[in-house]
Each structure stands twice: as structure tokens, then as C-alpha cells.
């Protein structure tokens, strides 16, 4: 067994109802590492929304306006109002990211399918722009298996 | 293999050509691209995107020496127009258009006994044509093929004016490809799906979702008619590996194949990895094809 897929096991086996601290850090990465992709953002160019993301016990508010995320905050904030939410499971994170996903586990449909992450609220917005969010969502890839545990 | 990007001036061995079919009454210019001689090998496309996704298969110097491989673009995809009396009501492909679209344009070729290969919605109407009409066909090929699979998305947001059809197909359809596949043929299967005509790809999912439902009738087909070849990719979540071999087995005979490091169109997001899984079944037709000829049976 690899020192990653370990790592993973061990965040796997975690409470349910716990957050793994590496989830929630690479979550509050995002902003910076969308920062770093400017083509990413220019394809967000025309999209302003509230959003919340994440964990499905610890998920954050995110503001997005013109494809930067200029607010990223733990949930929850009295009376903020979000737009769309999609939230995952920490197992389904730390798989999402790792850097050659399992089948089932590589996509944010994969993981609603498969009961792992939820989608509500009002979808329009994440529809017109669903390439961007699943590019979004999937910045920590690049770093999070690497990552000390 | 196939030749890929090469060296300039290279022409690659497919031809293209329009054909006239009638379908349903109505005449219909479909567009095919062809090459090679032998067996007859019609391959169908996936919902909402067209006869490019084979491109890799057109071109294999080795298959084309046995099997005259042949892709057609069902009307409103790709080069194949709508009928000429088309007023722009809703498009939404049924079981029974489908089935007669396929048999119309074997028809038209004159094709003797074709080997068909679907992918996706082509993988489905395979199955339909193995319950219908197995008799005429040399053998079946099912890629990302059930009799049904859980919908995992409301189709209703492929056309509608205020997302942009190619954008948000393109980006569903993207989760189905297989974390392994390279980029380029990633992109380049996302772009067939970019360039789709609007509501093309939702009405294609009206045979997938609504029409086509198998449940409790592949039981009889008979594969010692028409022998039936099923293959689908690990990382294809619509039509999952689990809903292929449960498919199969209520099928006597069916073969079952889980293709790794493929998702739901092996054909085109990485031919390479897909020309392992299908060449030998491509070799067990031309054997058993061979075989009959040489005993006497019309296989």
C-alpha cells in the first residue's frame, strides 16, 4: 500500500460526522489556486453567484464574481443566502482529488449518482457553468495527495 | 493503429459520401465515412454527436483488411441534414425510427449480413435489434450497453435558451470519460457534443430515457442467431458495469466484456486502450465468419 492510498484509508475510516482537516484546508486553497488559473477564470467571466461547497457537514459560502472567488467563509453565517449548494462526503473529496480518480468516484455526477455528495437548491446558474465548477472543484487535485496528512 | 496527427500531406485511407435512404417515408442524405473490404461493420454513434467518434477505428490498417468498416451520421448529426420537410418541431428519436434508420441504411448499401457496433444509445438499439430483427445482422456489438440505466440528470437542461446546449452537454458528458483518458481525444470527443444542433442530444435521450426501456425483454434474444458482444468501460457511471452484466445475464451466450481505464466512448477517448478489448472480438467474427463460409453456411 502506497503512503497516499494510507493516508486516504485513514481518512476513509474516520466518523462520519467529522471533518478531516485536510479536506477543510484544501477547501479554503481553492480561491488561491483559481488565482493561478486564469483561463479558468476567464471561462467564469460572466458568472456572479453565492454559492455553498464542500463538505456536507462543514461546507463553505462562497461569493464568486467574475469568475474569482472573492469570499470563501465557513458555513454557517447568519441568514447568508446561497444560490446552488453542492455538497460531498469527506471520503468523496479526498477521492475526487486524488490524481487518478477510482471509477465512480471522478466526477461530481459520479458522486451524486452514487449518493456520496448532494445537489440542491436553485441549479441554473451551475448548470450554465457546470465545466467551470467541476474544474473549481477539482484545483485541490494537483496538491492534495502530496499533502502531509 | 491509426494514423493520428502525422506527417503533412498524410490523406487518411476513410472516404465520405452521401447516401439516400428513406426513412419513414421520407427521403433522407446520410453521411458515411467508410474504408476497408470484407465483412460489412456499421458503427453507431453515441446520443448527440456523430460518426467522427471512429474515426481511430477507420483508419486501423489491420482491421480494414477484413472488415468493411463503415460510420453514418443519423439525421441531425453531424453532416447528415433533417429531412428537407423538417419545420423545426421537436426532435426526439424513437425506438421504432431508430431501428428502421438503422435497417434503411444497411438497406441502401446493401450491406450482406453487417456486423453493427453501437456506442451509448447505439449500444441500446443493438439490443433492440437482437430481440427484432437478429437474423439479418452477423453478429452484435454493445458498447455502454443496458436495457436500462438510472437517469442521472434532467435532460430538460440540454435545451433551453438560457444555458448553452454544447456548453453544458459537453460538461455532463465529460464526468463519463475515464480519468486515464489523454487529453486530446478528451477534448476531442467533448467536441462533437459542443457542435451539436439544439435539442439534437435531448432528443436522442428520448429513446435512452423513455422509449427505449428493455427491462424484461432481452431475455429473448437468441445468440445463436446472431451472436452478441457486450462491452462497457469502468469508469462510465451512466451505463455502469454493474447494468451491463445484469443485462447480460438474462442473455444466453451474451459476452460480457469490463473494459479498464475506459469510460463511455472507449471508441474515441482513448482508441488505443479500447483496440485491446476489441480486437479479439473483431478476430472471433472473421474465425467464426471464415468458418461458416468454408462449411457452407451463410453465418
Known amino acids: 500500500m502506497s503512503a497516499s492510498q494510507e493516508v486516504l484509508l485513514n481518512r476513509m475510516t474516520s466518523p462520519p460526522n467529522t471533518t478531516d482537516p485536510a479536506i477543510i484546508q484544501a ?41 474569482k472567488i472573492v469570499d470563501l467563509i465557513p458555513a454557517p453565517v447568519l441568514m447568508r443566502s446561497w444560490r446552488f449548494a453542492y455538497r460531498a462526503t469527506p471520503a468523496a473529496w479526498a477521492e475526487y482529488w486524488q490524481p487518478m480518480p477510482r471509477p465512480g468516484w471522478h466526477d461530481l455526477f459520479a458522486l451524486t449518482k452514487r449518493g456520496e455528495a448532494v445537489l440542491e437548491g436553485d441549479l441554473h446558474l451551475f448548470m450554465a457553468n457546470l465545466q467551470y465548477f467541476k474544474d473549481v472543484l477539482a484545483l485541490p487535485r494537483q496538491h492534495f495527495a502530496a499533502a502531509p496528512a | 493503429m491509426s494514423a493520428d496527427t502525422g506527417m503533412a500531406g498524410h490523406i487518411e485511407p476513410m472516404v465520405g459520401r452521401y447516401v439516400h435512404v428513406e426513412i419513414g417515408g421520407e427521403p433522407h442524405r446520410i453521411y458515411f465515412e467508410e474504408n476497408g473490404s470484407g465483412i460489412p461493420l456499421v458503427c453507431l454513434h453515441t446520443a448527440g454527436a456523430d460518426g467522427r467518434q471512429w474515426r481511430h477505428l477507420l ?18 448529426h453531424g453532416k447528415s441534414n ?57 453478429a452484435l456489438i ?12 434532467d435532460t430538460a437542461w440540454l435545451n433551453r435558451p438560457d444555458v448553452h446546449g454544447g456548453e453544458v452537454g459537453a460538461a455532463l458528458v465529460s464526468g463519463l470519460i475515464a480519468s486515464q483518458s489523454p487529453k486530446t481525444a478528451r477534448d476531442e470527443t467533448l ?47 451512466s451505463c455502469t458495469p454493474e447494468d451491463t452484466k445484469r443485462t447480460a445475464a438474462s442473455i444466453g451466450g451474451a459476452s460480457v466484456t469490463i473494459m479498464e481505464q475506459l469510460g463511455h466512448f472507449p471508441m474515441s477517448e482513448n482508441p488505443r486502450q479500447f483496440r485491446r478489448y476489441i480486437a479479439p472480438v473483431l478476430g472471433e467474427i472473421l474465425k467464426t465468419s471464415t468458418l461458416s463460409r468454408k462449411q457452407g453456411v451463410h453465418a
Open chain 2, 142 to 153: 454493445g458498447l455502454e450497453a443496458a436495457d436500462f440505466q438510472a437517469p442521472w440528470y
Open chain 2, 59 to 76: 483508419a486501423d490498417e489491420e482491421f480494414a483488411k477484413n472488415f468493411r468498416i463503415i460510420a453514418f451520421d443519423m439525421p441531425w
Open chain 1, 27 to 67: 477547501f479554503a486553497k481553492i480561491p488561491a489556486l483559481l488565482e493561478q488559473a486564469p483561463g479558468l477564470m476567464a471561462r467564469g467571466r460572466f458568472l456572479d453567484c453565492d454559492c455553498l461547497l464542500g463538505p456536507s457537514e462543514q461546507p463553505f459560502h462562497a461569493a464568486i464574481r467574475a469568475g
Open chain 2, 82 to 138: 433533417p429531412p428537407e420537410r423538417w419545420t423545426g418541431e421537436e426532435y426526439q428519436l424513437t425506438t421504432a425510427r431508430y431501428a428502421e434508420t438503422i435497417r434503411a441504411f444497411c438497406k441502401a448499401l446493401q450491406l450482406d449480413k453487417p456486423v453493427v457496433m453501437g456506442c451509448s444509445i447505439g449500444g441500446r438499439i443493438v439490443l433492440n435489434l437482437a430481440i427484432d430483427h437478429a437474423a439479418e445482422f452477423r
Open chain 2, 191 to 237: 467536441w462533437a457534443y459542443k457542435q451539436g444542433g439544439p435539442g439534437v442530444f435531448k432528443g436522442d435521450l428520448y429513446f435512452y430515457r423513455v422509449d427505449g426501456d428493455l427491462r424484461g425483454r432481452v431475455a429473448t434474444i437468441d445468440t445463436k442467431v446472431c451472436p452478441l458482444y457486450l462491452l462497457t468501460g469502468e469508469y462510465d457511471f
